[in-house]
């Protein structure tokens, strides 16, 4: 089974920037669909980003189309979460899961979950 471990978040202001890493172990990390997902307080879940076994074919929720950029590096055993133009809306936890089957952007799919990372953006 894999493990995942997310980094990077914190506070930034409106229209800055952050990366998270999402680092995986235990696992042949270049088997796994690996997503990121995200919680505000008061809400469901929802998705951000996924992207395919060995990079291709990333997907994005409408709300970060354009500013949000997923990317892998299966050396590293690393997924990435690039965040520009950031709005308070996008105040939440980010999560990073995996899955071994077909690409998709349901919560309920993803076996394997990470603990999360505060992203707080302040006006």
């Known amino acids: 089974q894999v493990q995942l471990v997310e980094s990077g978040g914190g506070l930034v202001q409106a229209g800055g920037s952050l990366r998270l890493s999402c680092a995986a172990s235990?696992?042949?990390?270049?088997?796994?669909?690996m997503a990121w997902f995200r919680q505000a307080p008061g809400k469901e879940r929802e998705f951000v980003a996924v992207?395919?076994?060995?990079?291709?074919?990333?997907n994005y929720a409408d709300s970060v189309r354009d500013r949000f950029t997923i990317s892998r590096d299966n050396a590293k055993n690393t997924v990435y979460l690039f965040m520009s133009s950031l709005k308070l809306e996008d105040t939440a936890v980010y999560y990073c899961?995996?899955?071994?089957?077909?690409?998709?952007?349901?919560?309920?799919?993803?076996?394997?979950w990470g603990q999360g990372t505060q992203v707080t953006v302040s006006s």
């Open positions: 899961a995996a899955k071994t089957t077909y690409i998709n952007w349901d919560s309920h799919d993803y076996a394997f």
């Open positions: 992207i395919a076994w060995t990079g291709g074919s990333p």
């Open positions: 235990g696992g042949t990390f270049s088997s796994y669909v």
